[in-house]
């Protein structure tokens, strides 16, 4: 597992373990024999796409699967045999809405609240304070039902954090919510993580991804492919030079050309009508975009683009971008 970090960083112990964690369903294995640390007080990212082995092994440490192989641990307390053991040192953040619709928000809070065996008083103070927090103060006396995707989803976080937990799972906080409501989400989530809640979060949205987490661990098909800091990820691509062009479909005997006319750089056919070029060196656009129109290639956009984590995603990987992006609009499937 190249870039794994296991034990401590910085002084901080880790608040979560995993060694070796597997999980089956019948002949399939979801999760593949995984390693890894979240340190106190990280926002640790768990980036794949659907079926990946996300949701299952937040299931896992959250008490709803067993490990078949395998130990984990959150704040010190051994959870494997007793999955339920740190119950109280977490809140859970499903990626789909488990309150009651039929209560109001307020009320929604407060049953939350007396599930950790908070008082009555105490209840009404924090359900009051996290409505306020959200912005749902108006909204909080209005049944859950009629709430709004992405009103719903802030609830949702509130109710997991009620008790105040040491660590936090968000599994897909903002899938099928609106820009503005994600934009919102994103910003709470960046407040619990400066107030010091260690977050483990699923995604797979690169962006949200690369702007939130301190690190990242790519899951493809049960097995984490890297784990590493985002600086760490991007930095071999900082030292590139790269241009993406937009065009007419570009045919095999110009993209020979391409490569024979400028040895000192590298074309990939990213998707029809998209090339994507890298050089050690500066790379002189005009001077390309002249050649492909000479060829007879229409251009219709060419520039220079910073490094990024999708990117670094697609190389590690093999998985498109593209390929991430369209599980967005698509119906939920197992993760």
């Known amino acids: 597992m190249d870039g794994a970090e296991i034990g401590t960083e910085k002084g901080r112990g880790a608040a979560i373990e995993a060694r070796g964690l597997v999980k089956r369903f019948g002949e399939v294995e979801a999760v593949r024999g995984i390693d890894f640390d979240v340190y106190e007080g990280e926002l640790f990212g768990f980036l794949g796409p659907n079926g990946a082995g996300k949701t299952t092994t937040i299931n896992m440490f ?121 934009r919102q989400v994103r910003r709470l989530i960046a407040d619990l993580h400066r107030e010091g809640t260690t977050i483990f979060l699923t995604t797979h949205f690169i962006e949200e991804a690369e702007r939130l987490c301190e690190r990242i661990a790519f899951l493809v098909q049960g097995r984490i492919e890297r784990i590493d800091t985002v600086e760490n990820l991007l930095q071999p691509l900082r030292e590139k030079h790269v241009v993406h062009i937009a065009c007419a479909v570009v045919l095999d005997d110009v993209r020979r050309a391409l490569s024979e006319n400028f040895p000192e750089a590298s074309f990939a056919c990213m998707e029809a009508g998209r090339i994507r070029v890298e050089s050690e060196e500066p790379i002189a656009v005009g001077k390309l975009v002249r050649f492909l129109e000479e060829n007879e290639v229409e251009v219709y956009e060419a520039r220079k683009t910073t490094p990024s984590l999708e990117e670094v995603f697609v190389r590690i990987t093999g998985i498109e971008a593209e390929e991430m992006r369209a599980e967005r609009a698509g119906p939920g499937m197992a993760r």
């Open 62 to 182: 959250t008490g709803l699967a067993r490990p078949d192989e395998g130990t984990l641990r959150i704040g010190g307390v051994d959870c494997t045999a007793n999955p339920r053991a740190a119950q109280r040192l977490i809140g859970v953040v499903p990626d789909e809405s488990n309150l009651y619709p039929e209560l109001t928000g307020f009320e929604n809070l407060s049953f939350c609240a007396s599930l950790y065996g908070m008082r009555k008083a105490e209840r009404r103070k924090r359900a009051t304070e996290l409505l306020d927090m959200f912005g749902l103060s108006k909204a909080g006396f209005r049944k859950f039902g009629g709430y709004s995707k992405g009103m719903k989803r802030k609830l949702t976080i509130a109710a997991g954090i009620i008790h105040r937990p040491r660590v936090l799972f968000l599994d897909e906080p903002t899938t099928g919510i609106d820009v503005a409501s994600a």
